[in-house]
């Protein structure tokens, strides 16, 4: 278990403020004089469309803007404050990247997504843009480094997660920085009213008053109209009247057929619909455990399927994605943990076997299928036990206050943090080791260390995998004067200034197994020689590590008397179950056009039938096919003995009459389903 303020290395020893404070001392006074050279050459002349154009041809190697992209780069670089609705793969990112690099100075973007953040920063350095990123699970240094790079080194887009802007540092920093604009990715964070609040996002408003001049620009690909308002309220320096410049592009997509499927065993469901149908799918369910026992079902079916979840480490993960992108693998099962960042046009199904908890969440889910504008379909496996899920979730999610309370206390317990003291420490956090200790369920223990979160009280933040990194403590010209390295260690040293450029000024991300088998060694046996480097203070070494951390945001309050106001309890609960209620709504409506639900939702009143979705496609089977189909069940059955569901296929019923016709038997209990087993009542 590791103290520290943002540094795992720190002893706990070291007084973390004191650090925080002594960094932003030196640099404040020494940066002050670049900063006002800055500011006397910019605002000479705003960019015109010409130069976006040459920007975009330039790094993207495209002609020209789609949709709306064009309105947006102009808005916010004319410096209006700019709120963008895009559905996801709609070329979103390059609505900020463009003007970023059309402007003078570094373009701070708000994103909590951090696996996007890093992923967009490594891209960005390709083109040869210098990209950064500030989150958790950094080292206070590293973040100096780049914070102070942002300074006066010339970067142009620093990524931020949420949880950093509350630091002294990075507001002290930011003072000093010439900022172009500022972007809040996922807008739809900020809002009390949205399915992903996050309470670190209303740190956001504190930004802007450090720097007012400088406009906001927002994107989100999903909210409701009450949200689109919430975000100019929550983001505007002045509260009311807002003055954002909102520009919108239609989420419909006329290429997609959403459809909700009644299906009693799922399993044979699934293994059904992908049998008969080709192309690339994904198949989203609810749990960990759950991804890989569907991908099992589906290999032993001869589906060539994998599975994905945030747990795998980033190699794995690595490796199954770009099988899937390069269509070796055909089938991807998936918690929501995948698809963030992932733009593949070709996916022709996305198959929920297990429902989300918001019609949000669906929609930017089932949304990544058929991106290349070619039919595909979006299914959601639905029966009625789902409901009773779906409500159960929202217990789950809001445990009562006296559970609350508890895991408060006990995490106390479990880092030994006194009453009255603990602010500003960071520690690792072992949910099993925690559950163990105190006998509580990982589910109730999540749910709790939220609603701590969004009551202030600690900062939870989500595993999160760092690679490991390094940077040189000694200068290039001092490697001749060191003695005695050990005949791997030099080699270890030439490969990594063979490969990485940038090293004696800034922590950068490398590749253990890459460096370990161009020196031909194990894993353990690099790590060795990096700690000896490391030791002997040539380097900084910093392992790969993938945890996640909880940080005390104040001191510790005795449990009993923390403070969980309506807003993050009472209020969120409500608007989660009135979410839960819209979902269940959704796929139990089946008389008004799928995709015209959704648009409604969301706030497009005015669309037109798809045509394509099941309820656009639906017949009512005959009422004699339906009672035939009933009689044929019931012989089936007759011998009082429990027969598999798959028995029912081979009575060569039409497949909807079949499934009305077991619908209302098990609706009427004249026969009872007991897993994939039905039987007489
Ligand atoms: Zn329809």
Redo the contacts with the bound molecule.
Sequence with gaps: MIISCDDPELSPSQEPDALEAEGCSVSSTYYSESIEQHSTSSELHSPTLRDYQAILKKYWGYDDFRGIQRDIIESIGSGHDTLGLMPTGGGKSITFQVPALAQEGVCVVITPLIALMKDQVMHLKKLGIRAAAIYAGLTHEEILVTLENCVFGGIKILYVSPERLGSDLFKVKLGHMKVSFITVDEAHCISQWGYDFRPSYLKIADIRKIKPEVPVLALTATATPQVVEDIQDKLSLNPKPASFNVFRMSFERKNL??IVQTSTDKHTDLVELLEHSIGSAIVYVRSRRRSKEIADLLNENNLNATFYHAGLDSTTKDVRQKDWQADRIRIMVATNAFGMGIDKPDVRMVIHIDCPDSLEAYFQEAGRAGRDGRPSKAILLYNNSDERKLQKRIADNYPDKEYIRKVYDHLAYFYQVGIGSGAGYTFEFDVDKFCRAFKHFPIQVYSALNILTNCGYISYTEETENKARVMFLIGRNDFYKLENLTELENELIIVLLRNYGGLFTDYNYIDESFIAQQIGLTLPQTYFVFQALDKRHILHFIPSKKTPYITYTQRREDGDKLIIPPVVYEERKQQYAERIEQIISYAKNSHI????QLLKYFGEEKST?????????NFEPADDEKKSAEECILALLNDRQKHHIRELRQLNLERKALDKALEHLLYEEIISIDGAYLSME
């Design positions: 057929a959403y056009c799928r995709s015209r039938d798809c045509g394509i979705c099941d309820v656009c496609t």
